[in-house]
């Protein structure tokens, strides 16, 4: 494992684990976040000699979990651009709007990201079967990235999940296996099924290294904007990884001084079907209630609950964030609304982020002259079926 990584630190008791072992879930049932020698790590990766690395996410390699002269688990990910949307902006009236791209990642999404660090870090700690509980887009990287290594790996796939995720996972190699019910109902027939056996769960938030891969998103966005956070980040919000992954990446970073202390307003979006994080932020719950029956077409927003709510929640409220919800309408609206003005084919997860800044900018919550962010989290192409047409307008 990379040297600079001195420890794992339960993100509700504090516990400290050992990141030389395999580690899943911290006894008090939270997950754990891996923890650096920032100095050690800003001395051998200056900021300024990021430009002269490759352009992948592993340029930040001294901030990852698997050792900096080992090889990760790698396709390319991250790298992916973020794009001036002029038009986007004038259409939902805001003067300064960015969209960060990532359906450029190898498998289509921002999942890439947190796939290859956490099954890097797997196969240095010995791991030899994997299993994971998705909605589509993870189930499709892991496949990818443990066919890269010859990792046998079991997926649970709710049974409406999108045709084109079980057909690109099969011709992967993995074993794909569908359950009646929501992705809660997937996992816990994985886990029922995983008891006793040697695979490794790769679930969100159940072990600490797929975070670690989605902080480069944070890192890339300061970059890529001169070093400067932008005012606001929208981000469509299932398991919550990716916001919290960013968060990470900017309190590592102001370690470093790389950046300054100032944070983005960070806006999680969720669908009207199943808005756990909206529910408790609105009613100022510290924990959100799950979701008994979830209702969305888009399926990486149909998370009934998240083991990271409590830690989503509290960086909303910390820097004046906002939680929303957006029906199936407007999400639709919103992608189509995106693929016209950028020539970006996003998922419906992503049209509910442009749904949700249409609807801030409405209500005031965004001025016109913010920088905003809008995350493109995920391609479009994986929701449409054979010889079936793209949502219209």
């Known amino acids: ?52 690395s490759n352009p992948d996410m592993w340029r930040y390699r001294h901030v990852l979990p698997v050792a900096p002269d080992r090889g990760p688990i790698t396709l390319g990910e991250g790298g992916t651009p973020t794009i001036s949307a002029g038009r986007l902006g004038e259409a939902i009236d805001l003067a300064q709007v960015f969209v960060k791209d990532e359906t450029q990642n190898p498998t289509g999404s921002f999942k890439a990201r947190g796939m290859s660090a956490a099954i890097s870090a797997a196969v240095t700690l010995g791991v030899r079967r994997a299993a994971v509980p998705s909605a589509g887009n993870a189930a499709l990287s892991a496949a990818a990235y443990c066919a890269r290594v010859g990792m046998p790996l079991e997926v649970y796939l709710p049974r409406r999940t999108p045709r084109v995720f079980l057909a690109a996972i099969q011709a992967l190699g993995a074993t794909a296996i569908s359950v009646d019910g929501s992705l809660a109902d997937a996992g816990a027939e ?114 009934p609950r998240t083991i990271g709510d409590f830690i989503i929640l509290d960086l909303l409220r910390r820097d004046g964030g906002i939680a ?66 793209p949502a219209g307008r």
């Open 324 to 389: 929303v919800a957006v029906t199936d309408r407007e999400l639709l609206a919103g992608a189509s609304l995106l693929a016209r003005t950028t020539g970006i084919f996003g998922s419906p997860e992503v049209g509910a982020v442009v749904a949700a800044a249409r609807h801030l900018r409405r209500t005031g919550y965004l001025s016109r002259d913010d920088r905003v962010v809008l995350f493109a989290t995920g391609t479009g192409l994986s929701y449409v079926e054979p010889g079936e047409a």
């Open 1 to 52: 494992m990379n040297p600079a990584l001195t420890h794992l630190e339960c993100t509700r008791c504090g516990e400290h684990a050992d990141p030389r072992i395999l580690q899943t879930l911290c006894a008090c049932g939270a997950t754990y976040y891996a923890r650096y020698d920032l100095e050690r790590a800003s001395a051998a990766m200056p900021r300024d000699s990021l430009g002269t």
């Open 190 to 303: 994985m886990n029922r099924r995983l008891e006793g056996s040697d695979t490794f769960s790769l679930a969100t938030l159940r072990e600490p290294y797929r975070v670690e891969g989605k902080k480069t998103m944070g890192y890339e966005l300061a970059e890529g904007l001169g070093w400067e956070l932008p005012d606001v980040i929208v981000y469509p919000t299932g398991g919550g990884t990716g916001l919290l992954g960013m968060w990470k990446a900017f309190d590592e970073m102001e370690e470093m001084g790389w950046i300054d202390s100032r944070r983005p307003r960070m806006v999680a979006v969720q669908a009207a079907g199943c808005a756990p994080i909206v529910d408790a932020f609105e009613s100022g719950a510290t924990h959100a209630s799950p979701v008994e029956d979830p209702q969305t077409i888009a399926s990486g927003l149909r998370v």
